[in-house]
């Protein structure tokens, strides 16, 4: 085996392992300057929610978190999101989920998640951020801070 081949095969490997599929926010139809996040007790991925904060603060949208079903009144705006982690040799972010809403209506979501769980891909061990620092600016592309 050719080391072109094998240096080929590993690059394939690395960038085909990664799957996001994003549905961006149209700014032209909603204007959004604050977002509610429902805190999900059943996601412990250290550093996700932050990312994730992080991310509408990039876009120039503040953000507040709540708890239970109900957002706050004034919350026009809400987020829900599902993070799930992976174990080889330490944990790892592998799937996560986030949608953003207004009342009932989906504006807008973004998944992130490694095909067959990271496989052999180094890049399975990024930061929480490294992964979803491009996956909220790519919901959020059409929203530029102010």
């Not at 592998?94 to 052999?120: F, I, M, S």
């Amino acid at each position: 085996m050719s080391a072109r081949f094998l240096t080929l095969s590993i690059a394939a490997c690395l960038s085909a392992c990664t799957a996001v599929a994003v549905r961006p926010v149209n700014s032209s139809a909603h204007s959004i300057q604050h977002v509610c996040i429902q805190r999900n007790d059943r996601v412990i991925v250290a550093g996700f929610i932050e990312s994730v904060e992080r991310g509408l603060t990039r876009h120039g949208i503040t953000s507040e978190r709540y708890e239970g079903d109900k957002p706050p009144d004034h919350c026009v705006y809400t987020l829900n999101y599902v993070a799930r982690l992976n174990w080889d040799m330490a944990t790892y972010l592998w799937q996560a989920e986030v949608e953003l809403r207004k009342g009932a209506e989906v504006v807008g979501t973004a998944d992130y998640h490694l095909r067959n769980r990271g496989g052999l891909a180094l890049n399975k061990w990024a930061s929480v951020e490294t992964k979803m620092a491009p996956v909220m600016d790519q919901l959020l592309a059409n929203f530029h801070a102010t």
